[in-house]
């Protein structure tokens, strides 16, 4: 018996030997829970000691939880062994348990969905030592489609804002929405998680802040404190939609904790990659790339949510993800590709100021094609230094510079049309008065009125006048000045064979000279419409 104690002794001297050999290299060193030689319930990684060795009793041995040395069967075992944030319980969790779980068709579309992304995520969390759970966040944000767009214009599956995504470097112009990129939206959204969480060291306090704001939540701390109530996110007023977000978040963890308490059936996510990275080194079409890969145009969409072009621009999009066997079979076919060019569309820095139909005559495209391709409101003019996405012609050999792919943008201004007016000439009113005071060419004054140009006007006398629709309707509340009740019937100009509809010209005082033949250029138009808004 003294034998097979000592031999006992000797062995757990031995490991805890071990375990101190390793302690020095161990990441896990520094934890708190390193720090008592003890691991926190639920953890998967092992444990070293920091103290000086000696022998163990029975009951601390016994005490010691075990490190299993069997990786997780999927990717929802990975998940539960990574919980780390404190259980929410409250009326609004089971309600929400209840609203899943009665949809089992919607978890299931979700989850599925959630196949393509769930690895790279958790690897992301537990390189960061964040919990698991919140890789379960894209399923409250955007039921992880990262082509998802809120009304307040959030996107992607983490749903991040415009200025909030410029604020994590999220890349956004013409030719990618970086938002909706996989890497980089998730990278940007733990970024602002982990900041959250440093400013309120709380979860679910930082988890309110990422849907609400951090500055909301901050203020709604400071109205308790100065209440002298608690500041918990329990006891914090604010919006509905941010009273039930944690809970929200809580019951999808409850349903992955234990699918089957709630009747729920999960699909497999393999515990392995389901993506891998591959360089682009030419603009190429998506269409090919997905062809060359061998995947279908909407896999190869849903891991490259961010091109929202026909083409990828290398110089603006350096990388794209393809499925782990499939990365092997792009390279061998870009390698071998010798049908023609890789990319059949560019881009085209506007020079100068000008209509769609200009610029779809100057880059050889239909009028309907540019506006769809581009997105080109109506009514709206392309400025000068916007960058168009145009067919790429056989003589251009070049990609597009990484200036372009970096700064691309368009931008619009509205189409200046003029509607007929007349105004009461004034006492010693002339041609050259009434073109000085609306800023218009004293011929086409003289024109419009079948007079000389330095014909002089009797008082009261009607004068016709082209004015830019905002400027007529302005001249309303003028001394002796009306607006015709009826407007001489006119021939429609024509843009690319369509009509010229009324558009609001830009607020100010400066009115574009009118051509002499102005007439043949403007469209009837309603008293009293509503000047055409700009669509975003």
Known sequence: MKFIAATCLAGSLVLAGCASTNNSSSP???????????????????????????????????????????PPTDMWDRIRRGFKMPNLESDLVRDREQWYASRPDYIQRMTERSNKYMFHIVEELERRNMPTELALLPYIESAFNPQAVSSARAAGMWQFMPATGTDFDLKQNIFRDDRRDVLASTRAALDYLQKLYGMFGDWQLALAAYNWGEGSVSRAIAKNQRLGLPTTYSDLTMPAETRLYVPKLQAVKNIVANPQAFNAELPLIANHPYFQTVTLTRDLDVELAAKLADVRLDDFRALNPAAHKPVLIAAGTPQILLPWDNAAVFQRNFDAYSQGQYASWTAWVVPSTMTVADAAQRSGMSEADLRALNNVPPRMLIKAGSTLIVPRGARVKEDVAAVVADGGHLSFQPEIVNRRTTVKAGRNDSVATIAHRYKLAPASVAEWNDVKPNHAFKRGYSVVVYLPIRAAAATRVGAGVSVAARARPVTPGKRGGAPVKAAAAPRGNNIAKVPASSKQQVVREKRGGTPAKKKR
């Open 28 to 70: 896990s060193s520094t934890s708190p829970q390193a720090a008592t030689g003890t691991r926190a319930a639920g953890s998967a990684s092992p444990v070293y000691p920091r103290d000086a060795l000696s022998p163990l009793s029975s009951g601390q041995a016994h005490s010691q939880s075990v490190v299993t040395l069997a």
